[in-house]
């Protein structure tokens, strides 16, 4: 039990990566924060993280790139926790389409969510972390490795990257450890109702396929004392699918 006694909010956890990771979380003893964009979906999400062995969990309606959100997020936490101990940043939005097309409000979408809704999380987890803590930034083999019509998203993950090792300096001294994951392809909505895929344009064997569960073991290794001596890194959990020729 490796999280007893401990925090956790995860953001975009009514479903999908984020869902596996609270219901991990709650496994392993801790008390979570199911932040997600609807309440009712996060509420649901809390209770069958409840159910699942957490001691405690409650569903937040949170849009992670809203500043005031995230603020009042947080701020439920501690008025009904009295801490935070972990964040994993998981909320994510993908969309498709060429450069040409892209608008400049598409971009902004994507990045408030994919890096700037990070950026709020750990900016306030870094003033309350007074005791130290973890933070996990869920990321994307987008991010070094992509595919056409996904530009604004992979430039999201890219960033998301760079900001984990940023956070990582200036975390350490207050003992807060920051790491990212870079999931592969996950059996998932987002993946299968990838158009790329849709269409054969990206090719996805299903040996490659992994599942949310894969990631929220990583994720939960990151945010335990067993990664005490891990700070910056990004990890890659693909099936070994960025490793083929």
């Known amino acids: 039990m490796r999280f007893t006694n401990k ?3 995860v953001t975009g956890a009514a479903g999908g990566i984020g869902l596996a990771t609270a219901r991990r979380f ?3 003893g801790a008390k979570v924060v199911v932040a997600d964009l609807h309440a009712e979906k996060a509420q649901a999400a809390a209770k069958s993280v409840k159910q699942a062995g957490a001691p405690d969990a409650v ?3 949170c849009d992670v790139g809203k500043e005031s959100d995230v603020q009042n997020c947080v701020e439920q936490t501690t008025d009904r ?3 935070i101990d972990v964040v994993v940043n998981n909320a994510g939005l993908m969309i498709f389409a060429p450069i040409e ?3 400049s409000e598409q971009w902004l979408n994507v990045l408030s969510v994919d890096l700037l809704g990070a950026f709020y999380f750990t900016r306030e987890a870094f003033r309350r972390m007074t005791g130290g803590g973890a933070i996990v930034n869920v990321s994307s083999i987008h991010a070094v ?3 056409p019509s996904v530009a604004a998203y992979a430039a999201a993950k890219a960033a998301l990257v760079s900001l984990t090792r940023s ?3 200036e975390g350490k001294p207050k003992k807060i450890r920051v790491n990212a994951v870079l999931p592969g392809a996950i059996d998932t909505p987002m993946l299968w ?3 790329n895929v849709k269409a054969g344009l990206e090719k996805i064997q299903r040996t490659d396929v992994g599942k949310p569960e894969d990631i929220a073991a990583t994720i939960a290794y990151l945010a335990s004392d067993d990664a005490a001596f891990v700070q910056g890194a990004s990890v890659v959990v693909d099936g070994g699918r960025l490793d083929k020729l």
Do not use: D, Y
């Open 167 to 169: 956070a990582a300096l």
């Open 101 to 103: 097309q892209l608008t």
């Open 145 to 147: 490795e992509t595919s």
């Open 193 to 195: 109702n990838n158009p």
């Open 59 to 61: 569903g937040i309606a």
């Open 81 to 83: 926790f009295g801490r």
């Open 26 to 28: 709650g496994a392993e």
């Open 7 to 9: 925090v956790a909010i």
